[in-house]
């Protein structure tokens, strides 16, 4: 990722800088949220300082509203990114794994099935929509139907489900990475967004180190401890998730070409496709959804000598992988 950010971000992010009076949290990144849930199609969204921080600012909000206890059960994927697993051990939960296909990178459904009947009381799934697939919310609630389903989108951006909507924009929770080497980039950066309105005000006030002042229900908060200054009154426990301005300025720029950049993405991965089924005795075929909003082009082996020659190749070509 070598040009991501182009000279009129650039000039934007630039032009900003020497006119505004504010950095921090503000306007800018309001617009930038809301730009984004017009884009997703979902009620509420929230920037963050990272993919990463969403998903664990979103876990911290579900154990809180849900009354979940230490030790309850999240469902997730033995393949994904460490970020989607760590707020489960951070926050005193207990992850339980799940092997993957290798159609879409998702839960394998006979383990899944498995796994349900051995931990009927998993109280959430946390999907990992992997590489830029939809994976199968659906057969999941079906599976789980007493759990609360939740989407870590990361770098999926645009992959849609099997009836066309946007991956993330019908979610109790969904949460997108803005890193540099994504589909769009604010540099370091994420986005958590929902549909649920109180869930939204509890993430806000998480975000904000758990301030009542970002809450839409500052006032009745303020009223119920008059003897506290209302400006430091604190209802739930918090972090310091919020991204800034310029971050909020980038995003902007990028959002308006995301659509151009899946479209590219999708083109590039049917490409591939075509040119890795030749290879199907050498490599496991991946799936080849209409909706996906390819990250990469996933290579996997069928044996270790051909992934140690394909690895020596890729080094040579100066191709990352």
């Known amino acids: 990722m070598e040009d991501a950010i182009t000279p009129l971000d650039r000039f934007r992010m630039a032009k900003f800088a020497l006119t505004t ?21 979902s009620k509420y969204s929230l920037f963050v300082s990272s993919g990463s921080t969403a998903n664990l600012l979103l876990i911290a909000a579900i154990k809180e509203k849900y009354n979940l206890k230490d030790g309850d059960k999240i469902l997730v994927p033995a393949c994904t990114w460490v970020t989607n697993v760590a ?5 005193g939960l207990e992850p339980i794994f799940c092997d993957i296909n290798l159609e879409n990178f998702s839960f394998d459904k ?34 789980f139907p007493n759990a609360l389903i939740i989407d870590d989108v990361c770098e999926s951006h645009g992959a849609r489900f099997t009836d066309g909507s946007r ?7 969904a949460t997108f990475s803005f890193y540099f080497g994504h589909h769009m980039t604010t540099v370091e950066g994420g986005m958590v967004s929902t549909n649920d309105k109180d869930l939204y005000d509890l993430m806000k006030m998480k975000r904000s180190h758990g301030m009542a002042r970002e809450s839409i229900h500052f006032d009745e908060y303020a009223n119920q401890n008059p003897q506290i200054e209302k400006s430091f009154l604190f209802i739930t426990d918090g972090y310091n998730f919020r991204n800034h301005e310029i971050c909020a300025v980038l995003g902007l720029s990028q959002l308006k070409r995301l659509d151009k950049i899946i479209e590219t993405r ?3 991965y049917k490409n591939f496709l075509s040119v890795i ?24 082996a069928k044996d270790k000598k051909t992934i140690n020659l394909l690895k020596q190749s890729l080094k040579k070509a100066d191709i990352e992988y």
């Open 277 to 300: 089924r030749k290879y199907d005795k050498l490599f496991y075929l991946p799936g080849n959804n209409e909706g996906n909003s390819s990250f990469c082009f996933p290579l996997v």
């Open 21 to 41: 009076k504010q950095f921090t949290n503000g306007q800018k990144v309001r617009e930038f949220e809301n730009a984004w849930n017009e884009w997703l199609g």
């Open 266 to 268: 999708r083109a590039n």
């Open 167 to 173: 991956v993330g924009s019908d979610s109790l929770g």
């Open 110 to 143: 006979s383990q899944l099935i498995e796994i349900s009947r051995i931990h009927p009381d998993v109280k959430a799934v946390f999907v990992t929509h992997l590489l830029g697939f939809a994976a199968d919310n659906q057969m999941y609630k079906e599976i």
């Open 87 to 91: 707020p489960i051990f951070q926050l």
